[in-house]
């Protein structure tokens, strides 16, 4: 079965400070992955995705992720976070064989910028 | 920018009850899904939708759920009998594709049991 995990439960971190959040997924073809944010009060937004093509994805707000597949992993990065970056994230994988779309999600992480 | 609504916002209900769950996707979009979140837990995956029936169900989703677009624009998720265990927030979401598309999230219905 197709499982992620996300390494830190919660992180918090200095404005400018650079961030990395972990995440594996567990399925051995082809997927897509995604990570997702949900600022304080708000729904699940798309942040980034890979599907294909140069592993290295660049998102909104100046998120970016590296997929490697040869560790599973899809680490989402960002070299300098500010305040407006506290929320929770969410790594998600869909893969290929037979779903219709279901996302498995992460635990998620919840980070917080201090100002 | 279009986005995906639901209501309400927070449902309490007693044990037992029937509660339906309300959802408007994206006009265009032809997938739609229902998640799950219980307080401290992972956002799983109920349901997904298309073309009028169900395309793929968990093994969370069972005889006690069950989903129907009534008309062109509404999604509804039915709890014939609800469980304490069903307490969580219930997100709706919706895609033009499925697999390869983004799902667009709607903000979600806290479902309280009491």
């Known amino acids: 079965a197709q499982s992620v995990s996300q390494h830190n439960h919660h992180v918090i971190l200095s404005e400018a400070a650079s961030l990395e959040l972990g995440c594996n997924y567990s399925?051995?073809?082809?997927?897509?992955l995604f990570w997702y944010v949900q600022y304080p009060g708000q729904h699940l937004q798309l942040l980034l995705k890979?599907?294909?093509?140069?592993?290295l994805v660049k998102g909104i707000k100046g998120f970016e992720a590296e997929f490697i597949k040869s560790k599973f992993s899809f680490n989402l990065r960002k070299p300098s976070v500010q305040w407006s970056d506290t929320a929770e994230y969410f790594c998600?994988?869909?893969?290929?064989?037979?779903?219709?779309?279901?996302?498995?999600f992460g635990k998620g992480t919840k980070l917080s910028v201090k100002p | 920018e279009p986005e995906v609504t639901q209501t309400p916002s927070h449902q309490v209900t007693q044990m037992g009850q029937e509660v339906i769950l309300r959802c408007v996707p994206i006009?265009?979009?032809?997938?739609f899904y229902w998640y799950r979140q219980i307080l401290g837990q992972k956002v799983e995956f109920l349901v997904s939708?298309?073309?009028?029936?169900?395309?793929?169900k968990s093994e969370i989703f069972d005889d006690q759920f069950s989903v129907e677009r009534p008309d062109g624009s509404n999604f509804t998720l039915k709890i014939r009998s609800t469980k304490l265990e069903d307490s969580a927030m219930y997100f709706c979401?919706?895609?033009?594709?499925?697999?390869?598309?983004?799902?667009?999230f709607g903000p979600g219905t806290r479902l309280t049991v009491l």
């Open positions: 979401a919706s895609s033009v594709w499925a697999s390869s598309d983004e799902q667009f």
């Open positions: 399925y051995g073809g082809t997927v897509n």
């Open positions: 890979y599907f294909s093509g140069d592993p």
């Open positions: 998600a994988v869909i893969g290929y064989g037979g779903s219709q779309g279901n996302l498995i």
């Open positions: 006009s265009n979009h032809l997938y």
């Open positions: 939708f298309y073309n009028n029936e169900i395309s793929e």
